[in-house]
């Protein structure tokens, strides 16, 4: 599977040269990565994957898995998620996005949302079990 830059610029509405800024990167640079003519090293995956929210191996397509790694980064990906939706949508009512690929960047957007929030639960369900086993461990503990 093909690496996840272009698809998360995309999302938040970058160009080649804003997400360059951001990371300082050439925009050619970015481009070949992107399509695969230019492979980065390991500290500019992470450089980019700490840019997006993301981890490594979901950012070079490795990871199915959308999973942020910070309750920071739970909501700078909501807010991405939001941000892009408003700019679709603001594209839309000016005329420089058609009604079909709208639809279809609003249904992805859906989609980054539930799996953002079903891995939210996920690691909510974790940290109490967590919790209540270690409570029990304890009570145990001073029990004997």
Not at 97 to 119: H, I, M, N, P, V
């Amino acid at each position: 599977m093909a690496n996840r830059i272009r698809e998360l610029r995309a999302e938040r509405n970058l160009t080649l040269m804003k997400l360059g800024e951001k990371v300082d990167l050439a925009p050619n640079t970015i481009s070949q990565y992107e399509t695969g003519n230019r492979e980065p090293k390991l500290k500019t995956w992470q450089k980019l994957a700490d840019y997006f929210g993301v981890s490594v191996g979901y950012l070079q397509g490795i990871e199915d898995k959308f999973e942020p790694t910070s309750d920071l980064e739970h909501q700078k990906s909501h807010d991405a998620i939001w941000e892009g939706m408003a700019k679709t949508l603001r594209a839309v009512s000016v005329g420089t996005t058609g009604w079909e690929e709208a639809y279809q960047d609003l249904k992805r957007y859906q989609r980054k949302s539930d799996e953002l929030r079903f891995e939210e639960r996920r690691e909510t369900q974790q940290r109490m079990f967590n919790l209540a086993l270690s409570t029990f461990r304890r009570d145990h503990n001073e029990k004997r």
